[in-house]
């Protein structure tokens, strides 16, 4: 049932014009669904609340999260209003999955269990995008792919009460470790516009 649902979105994507630049089904599979997939374990293991996929676009992590851990309510976070519309023909039909058309800085802070980003910004923005959604406790996930620079992205995430922990290759895993500072999140537009640095 699982894997059928998974193999219609990823039909489906591949079929909606400026969701995916993947034409193949197998490699669009890899891409799409697989990378999801090995975040499972973490996810099933973070603390209860809302898993977040912020700039969820075609729903490529969200989506498949949504499917694997039917118990566990995921929200897709994205601005652009066509997106969503795509995603919401998902939400009605998972039950635990929401859409929310807006940005990340909107959503108000310290709230979700886990919040991920995959191909959504530089590191040090989608950090500042994240961190400031997770409640004290929670996790923020950013896909990094092999060749992003890391040096510096601990110190970031420490500017927004976030340590360092362990992920899978590819993946960097951030604790939120106390209450979203005084200052975050910055005004939209302004992480992209001017990043925090160590």
Same mark, same amino acid.
């Given at each position: 049932m699982a894997e059928r649902l998974l193999r219609t979105w990823v039909a489906e994507l591949i079929a909606t014009p400026g969701l995916t630049a993947m034409t193949d089904p197998a490699a669009a599979w890899a891409r799409h669904v697989e990378e999801a997939l090995a975040l499972v374990p973490l996810l099933a293991g973070a603390p209860a609340g809302p898993i977040v996929d912020v700039g969820a676009g075609g729903g490529s992590v969200g989506i498949p999260v949504a499917v694997s851990l039917p118990e566990r309510e995921v929200v897709l976070i994205e601005a652009e209003r066509r997106k969503c519309a795509f995603l919401e023909t998902w939400a009605a039909r998972l039950p635990n999955l929401r859409v929310v058309w807006g940005r $990340? &800085? &909107?959503?108000?802070?310290?709230?979700?269990? %886990?919040? %991920? $980003?995959? !191909?959504? $910004? +530089?590191?040090? %923005?989608?950090? &500042?995008? /994240?961190? +400031? /959604? %997770?409640? +004290?406790g929670g996790l923020a996930v950013v896909f990094l792919g092999a060749t992003a620079e890391t040096a510096g /992205? !601990? !110190?970031i995430a420490g500017q927004l009460a976030g340590e360092v922990g362990d992920g899978p290759p590819g993946v960097l895993v951030l604790r939120k470790t106390g209450p979203t500072p005084p200052g975050f999140p910055r005004r939209t537009g302004v992480a992209r516009k001017r990043p925090l640095t160590a």
């Open positions: $990340a &800085e &909107e959503q108000g802070t310290d709230w979700a269990a %886990v919040a %991920v $980003a995959k !191909a959504l $910004a +530089p590191p040090a %923005v989608a950090i &500042e995008w /994240l961190l +400031p /959604l %997770v409640a +004290p /992205l !601990a !110190a």
